[in-house]
Structure formats: C-alpha cells, structure tokens
C-alpha cells in the first residue's frame, strides 16, 4: 500500500557531523519517509525541532536541490540574505549549485516541524558556510573535510 504508516518509520536524531560540530543539532529528530518506503530518487524527511534546535549547520549543496514546507510552528530561516519567519504552509526552495548557506532553526518555545525533499545524487559535494568544512558523499559514503580537503582533528 502507498500510504506510508508514520508510526512504523524509525525515528532518528542527531547529525553525523564530527564531534566538533554535532551539539548544535543534537536535539534535532526526523523521519526518513522516503528511505522507509524505498524511494531511492530523492529523500524526503519530516523533521522536528524542539525550541532552541537547528535543522542542519548553515550549508548549501553542489548537485542537489532542495525544497521544504513548514508543516507546523514558526521557525526561522537563515541564510546569506538574512532570518525569514516561515509559518505553516510556507515553503522555501534551494536550487542545486547557488551557493546560500541556509538552515532553520527553532527560536520559539513551541515545537516547529517541515517536510524537506531533496534530489539525491551518486556524487555530492555540501559546503558549510560558517566553518571551514565541507562533506563529500560518493558511493553512500561521507566524508567531512575542511574546505581545502584536508582532514579535519
């Protein structure tokens, strides 16, 4: 059946970002719906943010798109051209190759939650706007550099 049952999609929380630079989206959780229903195209996450929490570090990607749609709360958007209040309904679009570090992030006290779908791509190069790091996935495989692809300590 295609209707995908929430309750049976695992919950996961957290980023992979070295140690360095996980805390910031530690409280962070979201369901990986589209990997549940064996969608291998693109990704598609319900992500929620209790108050205080980060959707990701600021990023853009290389190769993919992105495209989000707040389904409940207020969070903010940063990025390059300043904070936007997004409300239920509102959606935001990140066009492969533009380079607008972007993220979302919970500053009310209430629970904020969006629908982000992404194109998935074999080789994709992300760039983290305010640190010297960057993420390499070739092969299902990540890994994180500074920007001149030295190792990170």
Not at 30 to 52: C, D, K, R
Not at 62 to 68: H, I, P, R, T
Not at 121 to 134: A, G, L, R, V
């Amino acid at each position: 059946m295609p209707k995908i049952d929430l309750d049976k999609v695992p919950q996961r929380s957290g980023s992979s970002y070295p140690d360095q630079y996980s805390a910031d989206t530690a409280t962070r959780t979201w369901l990986p719906v589209a990997e549940h229903a064996g969608l291998t195209q693109f990704g598609a996450n319900l992500v929620s943010l209790v108050p205080g929490a980060k959707s990701s570090l600021r990023h853009w990607h290389a190769k993919e798109d992105e495209f989000l749609i707040v389904t409940e709360g207020t969070p903010t958007l940063i990025e390059d051209d300043g904070e936007t209040l997004l409300h239920p309904g509102d959606c935001a679009a990140f066009k492969a190759g533009v380079e607008n570090g972007h993220h979302l992030v919970n500053t009310t006290d209430q629970m904020a939650k969006f629908l982000v779908v992404g194109t998935s791509h074999p080789e994709e190069i992300c760039t983290y706007s305010d640190i010297d790091m960057k993420v390499t996935d070739k092969d299902g495989e990540s890994t994180f550099t500074r920007k001149d692809g030295t190792p990170i300590d």
